[in-house]
């Protein structure tokens, strides 16, 4: 099983092979290479990025509301 770690900046779980610390005003945290790479471009590469990152998050979230809806429909509510 490999090891992950939590990406401050694109809030994905990441192999901890690409991930580094970074610092930030309240101490190191993690950070993707993807992303620092990202902030490194220039404002027009940002942007994208950032357009890309939102794109894949909307994804995820749509996909676990999903499988929530899903879940709900097997299981209803007893109390």
Request: charge should be positive.
């Amino acid at each position: 099983m490999t090891e992950t770690a939590f990406c401050y900046c694109c809030r994905v779980h990441h192999d901890k092979t690409q991930m580094r610390l970074f610092p930030t005003r309240q101490g190191y945290r993690w950070r993707c290479l993807r992303s620092i790479e990202a902030a490194a471009s220039s404002r027009r590469e940002r942007d994208a990025f950032g357009q890309q990152q939102s794109k894949i998050n909307r994804q995820a979230a749509r996909q676990a509301a999903e499988l929530g809806r899903q879940l709900r429909q097997l299981q209803p509510f007893s109390p």
